[in-house]
């Protein structure tokens, strides 16, 4: 998040920023010690950077919750499209008067 918060500082809205949301803290602690990685003190902190993190949620253009796998992923790759049809990406309007 700090990296992205300080990209989005020089480039504004050049950058294509999403924030991604776990589906609540509980299910984000789950996924930490599902995966079988981290220790206690491990997980600890990184479940209270994450509450951190979401402090800085108002950076990002896009908001992206990651509950479901397959409509995140249909979710992200419309924040890409809309991205793409953005007048600012035309050189000129594809249809003119």
Known sequence: VQG???VIK???DRVL???VFPPSMGVLEDRLRGRGTDDE???ARRLANALGELDQRNWYR???L???RDQARADLRAIFRAEELRREHWSVPPVTG
Do not use: A, K, M, Q
């Open 41 to 43: 003190e491990t997980i």
């Open 10 to 12: 020089r480039f504004g």
């Open 62 to 64: 896009y908001w992206l």
């Open 4 to 6: 992205g918060v300080n």
């Open 66 to 68: 990651n509950d479901d």
């Open 17 to 19: 920023s999403v924030f």
